[in-house]
């Protein structure tokens, strides 16, 4: 055990935080401590970290086990160029090479027995520095660099020249280079993009030590986390699994609790409706019977009613109108900022009912794209049409309609005057205005306040087509959960721009990535995207090279097949099929049966490896299964089966590809 929480109490004045909270972290376990906004998460963590002490309990940390933190909020004044400063944190490595160096001089200087004491502290040395990774440090500086979106041109710049969360990221590149036994790290994903939290996902899933997490990104703890302590009425409760098990399990908890609570009061219930009745009858032993009763049901301990938001809290969201089959289509679409170009002859379709999620790198153009559509940028080139009876409800950070000088209430019952006070009171609850807040002028918020009070303004309009610029930021992990269960059995078409990946895969029937310029679909949620996108990109290379494409939107592995049967005509075309000749005939009708048979066997190979894609994600469920944790045997098996499945899988994909080729 490296480090143990032991009844953890604390309080601010008459607000409990936090309740007899206990846990604890082995060697190389990751854990994330969950729970809404203000239920004491990062209070936890000041707490295990000493920077605020504990009303009752205590923090145990092992004295051989080193600490690593980084905070939400610190400050971060290193006065060094970017790599100077990742430099620093290998101090201890380069001061071994340096040893090495002077210890490979004096043993051409001496002889002897001085000579053997010299080469006998080299030896210690040099152990030591392999044992460290010594001759890797540079490599690993810049790995961590490049990992959290640093390019080489940042690595001379002066740290004092970076952005707030650039700052941020050079902070966390240094905790994660100096390799403490335990890694404590607060909301670590705000500051960077996909691909950066991607790789931070990597390298803390493989990482040698233990890491504790506090995160709203779902899908970030649902790859690191073994794990979780939810905060909820300042009382913890462990869960032992990744977020989805924890989610899974957590409701089955609270229906449980739910359960027992209802069956509880009936028989409360049920209990005075018979002392009720026995008294009625107004005798000595009906009395006493009654009475007898009443000392039974005084004994019972009664049990709170479980409190859960996101089940008391239902957002039913009704467009006003159908709209028509196609929702919105792009053609030819370019727009450039100067120089700089973001995308051009960019297409894309949108049907009715679906939930499109549009994503790429920070600065690609997904944020513009919307704007063009809702006629808040001009395009330079190219149409977008909106189809018959549309009607869109559009929410942008930046561009907020909201009246300053109303209260938050006043903002939502103005703008819906037929909606009843309770309806707007849960609304705004589940955007996390409660109580008195609800009373707050729109003035007076943050940004982030305004952004939520649009968020549930726009929730509650009859629009047909919702377009969402990053709606989960500043929600927490229950709020988001109600966003998506509201979009998901919203009738209407969603298009959002988001980063936050779990929201993206509940969400989402379609993928689109704006990358290199250029448009990528993928019908599926984002576990697909994730799954198919390397398949996908070669594809469209090859169809590129081989057509001169520019853009491509086929959804999967059938865009190397959509190319090939689209370019059987042109083939045809070419050998003369408006030829009589019986010979060019027979030509032409070879090659069909050859492109049919070409696309069959696609098909079935497609088939096939679906089929081994699925089986390895079942087989990968129950290696993960809480469960199976302490059966060797069945986890040898499983990883036998794991591996031969992959190897039937590789063969597969190697077919896929030549038949594409071909």
């Not at 707490?47 to 610190?74: C, P, T």
């Not at 979106?149 to 650039?166: K, P, V």
Request: charged residues 25%; contains cysteine; negative net charge.
């Amino acid at each position: 055990m490296l480090l143990a929480c032991q009844n953890i109490s604390k309080a601010y004045g008459t607000n409990q935080i936090l309740s007899d909270v206990s846990f604890h972290i082995e060697a190389r376990e990751k854990i994330a401590i969950v729970g809404i906004n203000g239920c004491g998460k990062t209070t936890l963590l000041k707490v295990i970290m000493g920077e605020e002490a504990a009303d009752n309990g205590q923090v145990v940390i092992s004295k051989e086990a080193a600490v690593g933190y980084l905070s939400q909020h610190q400050d971060i004044s290193f006065d060094n160029t970017v790599y100077d400063e990742m430099l620093e944190t290998k101090k201890f490595i380069i001061d071994m090479e340096t040893k090495l160096r002077s210890l490979e001089l004096d043993m051409k200087e001496y002889e002897g027995d001085r000579l053997e004491q010299i080469m006998n502290t080299y030896n210690k040395v040099q152990s030591e520095y392999d044992r460290l990774n010594g001759y890797a440090y540079k490599s690993e500086i810049t790995g961590v660099l490049k990992g959290l979106g640093f390019s080489e041109a940042d690595y001379n710049r002066h740290i004092s020249t970076l952005s707030g969360g650039q700052k941020m990221r050079i902070a966390l590149g240094r905790l994660l280079l100096t390799k403490p036994d335990i890694i404590i790290l607060d909301e670590p994903t705000n500051h960077l993009d996909m691909l950066s939290t991607a790789w931070l996902e990597t390298f803390l899933s493989a990482y040698d030590g233990s890491v504790i997490i506090v995160s709203h990104d779902r899908y970030f703890i649902d790859k690191i986390a073994t794990k979780i302590v939810e905060i909820d009425n300042t009382k913890a409760t462990i869960y032992h699994g990744n977020y989805s098990y924890y989610a899974k399990k957590r409701a089955e908890v609270r229906a449980s609790l739910m359960k027992a609570y209802l069956n509880q009061q009936q028989e409360i219930k049920h209990q005075e409706e018979v002392i009720t009745k026995l008294k009625q009858f107004n005798r000595e032993k009906s009395i006493k019977r009654a009475e007898s009763r009443e000392k039974m049901l005084a004994k019972i301990d009664v049990l709170e009613k479980p409190v859960e938001t996101a089940s008391e809290m239902r957002l039913t969201l009704t467009p006003s109108v159908e709209s028509g089959n196609d929702v919105l289509t792009i053609r030819e679409l370019s727009k450039s900022f100067g120089s700089h170009n973001l995308f051009s002859s960019v297409d894309m379709d949108i049907k009715r009912g679906e939930r499109v999620s549009l994503i790429g790198g920070n600065g690609t153009g997904k944020t513009t794209i919307l704007k063009i559509i809702n006629r808040v940028v001009p395009k330079d080139t190219g149409t977008v049409t909106l189809g018959s009876r549309v009607r869109i409800g559009y929410y942008d950070q930046e561009h907020q309609v909201l009246s300053l000088h109303k209260t938050i209430f006043e903002e939502i019952s103005d703008a819906y005057p037929d909606m009843n006070n309770t309806k707007i009171r849960n609304v705004l609850a589940a955007f996390l205005f409660t109580g008195e807040d609800v009373f707050k002028k729109i003035g007076d918020l943050s940004g982030g306040e305004r952004g939520r009070v649009s968020l549930a303004k726009l929730m509650l309009s009859p629009a047909n087509f919702l377009i969402l610029d990053e709606p989960t930021n500043h929600l927490d992990i229950q709020s988001k959960e109600i966003l998506e269960e509201a979009l998901k059995s919203y009738t209407g078409t969603v298009l959002v721009v988001s980063h936050d990946r779990y929201f993206i895969n509940s969400v989402s029937t379609r993928i689109i990535e704006l990358k290199d310029k250029r448009l990528y679909s993928f019908i599926g949620d984002y576990d697909y995207y994730e799954a198919h996108r390397g398949i996908v990109y070669d594809a469209a290379s090859e169809n590129n090279n081989a057509a001169g494409s520019s853009t491509t939107q086929n959804p999967s592995m059938k865009t190397a097949f959509t190319a090939i049967t689209d370019s059987a005509p042109a083939q045809t075309t070419q050998t003369g099929s408006l030829s009589s000749s019986k010979e060019e005939y027979l030509k032409n009708k070879e090659e069909q049966a050859r492109i049919r048979k070409l696309a069959n066997d696609l098909k079935r190979t497609e088939a096939k490896i679906e089929e081994l894609e699925n089986a390895i994600s079942e087989i990968d469920k129950e290696i993960n299964n809480p469960e199976n944790a302490t059966n060797s045997f069945k986890l040898g098996e499983l990883s036998a089966q794991r591996e031969k499945t992959d190897s039937e899988l590789m063969e597969l994909y190697e077919k896929w590809e030549t038949l594409s080729n071909v």
